[in-house]
């Protein structure tokens, strides 16, 4: 007996000292898989909706009143719908590994660790809105707020990435006064742009299915409406990136930024257009739902890169201490 407590305790020292005492490859690739996943979702999320697949799964939890699993039935939407619900069990895991990667800098990385366990209680978040949008029948509301969670996630998560490989927040901000404004202001007019975005689809053909309902809002003009803060941001964007090139303002290190910024807009905006003029094909519908990740992401991006690090954190190969309590993190500074 004394022998197995032993062994579990050993288990259990062998398996905290594995983990992560500073950012390494692992850290690294969980960040990414968080982000990553968090996108996969909005787009597994909006094949659901774009097929019309929301109650391909009628009940909840399970899938049908006698089985956790799509059964033949259903046919492919409840595929659709099942899989969608699979990938929950995929972000579980990585939230779990991403928190359990950082959990031994929780005193000098304290920004890893808050980011990693909001991430871990966003999946019970996720689960319990997803649950309600079946049981209410596809409340188009209860749906963009299910897109809403999933947009900031996909925030939270860049922000993950962002601190990984740039070291915690500085007090210091590392642009002028103005710039920053317009930073700012342009983050706000993406946020505009992407709820306007989730209530034009609530009040169109894409809300679901013919029996679904729909937010009762005017749609056709909805689409002029969602696009005008789009505009806007494209425009305070060029200017974000022409600033770039002024030499005397010294914004040198932000053009890749705001020129990224600029490709998943200008993406955005083709795609935006293309797929008003061709009736709202599927497709498309779906690519500029995943694209309105990519463009949070990117925003997120030029917003976390207006100051400079706390700390610079430099590589080192030196082993950790043999403890199992915290011990000094180091973390490698790579240019985002």
Not at 103 to 127: C, E, K, N, W
Not at 194 to 209: E, F, K, R
Not at 218 to 240: N, R
């Amino acid at each position: 007996m004394k022998r197995a407590i032993l062994s579990v305790s050993t288990l259990r020292t062998r398996f905290w000292l594995w983990l992560p005492d500073r950012i390494d490859r692992r850290v690294r690739t969980m960040a990414w898989l968080s982000v990553i996943f968090q996108t996969v979702l909005i787009g597994t999320g909006g094949a659901v909706r774009l097929t019309a697949s929301g109650l391909g799964c009628p009940t909840w939890p399970r899938c049908t009143a006698d089985s956790f699993v799509a059964t033949q039935e259903m046919g492919l939407h409840g595929v659709i719908e099942f899989g969608n619900r699979l990938l929950t069990f995929v972000l579980v895991f990585i939230a779990i590994a991403a928190f359990l990667s950082v959990i031994r800098m929780r005193t000098q990385r304290r920004d890893l660790f808050v980011l990693t366990f909001f991430q871990g209680l966003s999946i019970p978040l996720q689960a319990v809105l997803g649950g309600i949008t079946v049981l209410t029948g596809l409340n188009p509301y209860i749906v963009g707020l299910h897109f809403v969670v999933s947009i900031v996630l996909v925030a939270l998560t860049t922000t993950l990435v962002f601190r990984v490989y740039r070291g915690p927040r500085g007090k210091l901000a590392s642009v002028p006064t103005w710039f920053s404004r317009i930073t700012h202001l342009t983050a706000a007019l993406v946020a505009i742009t992407v709820v306007m975005g989730i209530l034009t689809t609530g009040s169109g053909p894409h809300a679901g299915d013919i029996d679904t309902p729909r937010n009762g809002l005017d749609a056709e003009f909805l689409q002029h409406l969602h696009s005008w803060p789009a505009y806007a941001t494209f425009g305070l964007t060029v200017a974000l990136v022409a600033a770039t090139f002024i030499p005397r303002i010294g914004l040198e290190r932000l053009r890749r930024v705001t020129l990224s910024l600029l490709v998943v807009e200008v993406i955005q905006m083709i795609v935006g257009i293309t797929q008003a003029r061709l009736g709202l094909p599927e497709l498309l519908v779906g690519i500029h739902m995943v694209l309105a990740a990519a463009l949070v992401s990117a925003m997120t991006t030029t917003v976390l890169s207006l100051r400079t690090p706390a700390v610079r954190f430099a590589s080192t190969n030196v082993a950790a201490p043999r403890t199992t309590d915290s011990i000094p993190v180091t973390a490698t500074d790579v240019s985002a």
